[in-house]
């Protein structure tokens, strides 16, 4: 058997991220202040986010550099990994290669301290003493929560509700690493108590948690506001993904056929593909596949169209693919999924064909999953899952067609802390669920007209 | 800021294991018929063991051949990374390098996957169908649950309850890799039986959890058992670690001055130190400490004699520090280390002064422990972090005296399932425990007289 695990030395981990935006096939849509309908400037964005992060927002320069401080904390996990998983395609009889990077050995789990130690340290280098930031599943706050220990700066998490109660270990976790964390809506904001008005057992959602977030960071002094996807300084700093990854198939020889991962704001996917779109647009044959819940089909149900980030309508009005920014997706369990929006430079992306949706049901994830952790051994969150799904499918397209495809999984992060979801996989509980399309014609129905600017 | 990660190739990783029997500084005692009080003979045991396994046993081979089905399994996450400590280094100021033996990213969490894939492969061989084996925290239980997901065995744990009550995730992990698990002592053996009559309150212990996954096995057709810790091939499989470590260090110019791990059945802490015992017996100057917590004082304050492996007496009797094999320690969150005894190998090595036990409190290994998450990232098990608590102790032994030793810390696993174990410790709900004189004098008042065999 051939090697499993190809590994990059710590001396060849790049030293710069790669910024898309120069390369996009069409022209991004600025973020438009909801008052005046104009493209938002760095003094709008001044009172959450330190200057540098928000130059990053909008440069246009390929390469940013990485800070030696940054890459010395990388390196406690990166270069990650690239696994091939060769129990995989013998399980299933398939011709493929399949490969998966792995971000899973990070401290917090996931690729999320990529951009959280980035943002940390920025925001440390700015003289902030605190961050407020949001978490769905809880990957993200426990990165902030990691990164903040490592640059002492102090955390407090908003965790959408559903999550915080299916996932008490998470909590726990950034409390460990001196994070405050708390089950949003809370009374301690206008947007929260303005949910529980509404809507006293709502399960909470990624909108109302970043609302919370924003208003607590606009509110208190030396305190700045941190967002783990969504953003264009968020995929920037993940594309440390891809590059590795790209260097890492071309140590084994390698050319990626068909990537595949996870979106829920984009970022982990994001930080995977963007250093191969390039190469795609300049005809390289590479299949793109963003997997999604049909519980939140942003990417496959929605249209793309201006819509606040946030529930209160806080942030900046973002040109994506949006369920609309009231609606409240259901408690599913990859609650990192559960956003009704997604990256701008994803949507653009999929707008300009670039990259392909796809939707999967939760039995479905679950069932791979456990095909995964059965064969590969890792057990994988929920989210990840999507990506894992995706990965077997085009796999046995593969044994059907009899073709030798290279298949790159984004693997995002462990299930450790979600095994009560696999406990109710296990027990049958989880079943099928197609949206209502009364229900995201409701959310947005609610949605202002917005003109394009010219 | 030097490497962080010292990365062995797989192409490097040991293609045999280290066997100390031959290198031992005196005879290792046998183990013995409880009904005649003589050695026993293979057949004893193979009711309940492969023949391979119990050739390994007392096999005076210096050096056993890893099969190929098992290292291929063994590269999921083998050679495991040996890390350079930096962040904690200077966070102590320290003029130590201290290094830690990363055994925390097999899919199982932990260092035990080493040998449960090891034995069902010999099972397997030999035409088992099922094994049935006993847990404490639930990491023994799930690394075997892996290995047979990965050989197609079907496996029975029997977990200690206090564990399997704190501890909820190791019971559905293992379940996710097609294990089955019952809270111990049970209902469906004669010795779970006898345990609920005696006190149908018992927290359960490792010696119950054995008695009851023996019978099962000697009950059984095509049922065999098997142990995560204490027996001689146990110790063998683990030391991979240790010569991966050698390797490791190696490759760095270091020689180790000092080794530290937890000990409780004392298959991890074998791994990695039993390939530098010979060095030490031929002259070097390393410090092999073996930590230990009060609750469960196994090195530090019992006698060195025989007794049996089980609370049933259903094991053959094993010369080892005992605190008597009825003993029940208190159901502190160190759940692997809650054994009355200890593997033979070690103890024979303590009684010779090779090795120096300690014990420590767990606030003490809760801080410590919340220390390195803070500094060094990674969230220890309450296990390991007796390890750590060791490491910095003995980092803060070289800023006193301004040596520079090199310390290696056996990292033996994560705690992700452990983290209501951290919101007890940060909740304030953890105390001092000394273990009373008189339940030690009791359960060793309990144990029969043996003549040993000249």
């Not at 996931?110 to 003289?127: D, I, L, R």
């Not at 109302?208 to 300084?233: F, P, Q």
Request: net charge negative.
């Amino acid at each position: 058997m051939d090697q499993t695990k190809i590994i990059l030395p710590e001396s060849e981990m790049p030293q710069a991220w790669y910024n898309i935006q120069p390369d996009l096939p069409a022209p991004l849509a600025p973020p438009l202040n909801p008052g005046t309908g104009q493209p938002i400037g760095p003094e709008d964005l001044a009172p959450i986010f330190p200057m540098e992060l928000i130059k990053q927002e909008v440069s246009m320069e390929p390469w940013i550099e990485i800070p030696d401080d940054v890459l010395r904390i990388y390196k406690l996990w990166r270069p990650s990994p690239l696994f091939r998983a060769h129990r995989l395609e013998e399980y299933l009889g398939t011709p493929a290669r399949i490969y998966y990077k792995n971000e899973s050995f990070s401290p917090a789990g996931s690729h999320k301290p990529n951009t959280a130690v980035a943002q940390a340290y920025y925001n440390k280098q700015e003289g902030v003493t605190r961050i407020a930031t949001e978490t769905g599943a809880g990957q993200w706050g426990s990165a902030l929560s990691l990164a903040g220990a490592l640059f002492d700066l102090d955390i407090t998490v908003y965790m959408v509700r559903c999550s915080y109660e299916q996932k008490p270990y998470r909590r726990m976790l950034m409390e460990v690493w001196g994070g405050e964390c708390f089950s949003s809506p809370t009374d301690k904001t206008n947007a929260g108590r303005a949910a529980l008005a509404k809507d006293p057992d709502t399960p909470g959602s990624l909108g109302i948690a970043i609302s919370e977030a924003v208003e607590d960071a606009a509110t208190h002094d030396g305190t700045k506001y941190a967002l783990g996807s969504v953003l264009n300084h968020v995929m920037l700093h993940q594309t440390i993904n891809g590059l590795e990854t790209k260097k890492q198939l071309d140590l084994v020889g390698e050319k990626a056929d068909v990537l595949v991962g996870c979106v829920g704001g984009g970022s982990n996917y994001a930080g995977l593909f963007f250093p191969f779109v390039k190469d795609k647009l300049d005809g390289q044959d590479i299949d793109i596949i963003a997997c999604e819940p049909t519980a939140c089909p942003t990417l496959t149900r929605a249209p793309y169209r201006y819509d606040f980030g946030d529930t209160a309508q806080l942030t900046p009005l973002l040109k994506m693919y949006t369920l609309g920014h009231s609606f409240v997706p259901p408690p599913i369990h990859a609650g990192g999924l559960r956003y009704h929006g997604m990256a701008p430079l994803i949507c653009l992306l999929v707008s300009q064909g670039v990259v392909e949706p796809r939707a999967f049901q939760q039995p479905d994830i679950f069932e791979a999953a456990i095909t995964w952790a059965r064969t590969e051994g890792a057990l994988p969150a929920p989210e990840t899952a999507h990506a894992i799904k995706a990965g077997i499918d085009e796999a046995l397209k593969c044994k059907e067609t009899g073709e030798e495809k290279c298949i790159v999984i984004a693997y995002s992060g462990h299930g450790h802390f979600d095994l009560a979801a696999y406990d109710a996989y296990l027990s049958g509980e989880i079943e099928d669920y197609q949206l209502p399309q009364e229900e995201i014609d409701r959310a947005l129905a609610e949605l202002p007209e917005i003109a394009e600017p010219s």
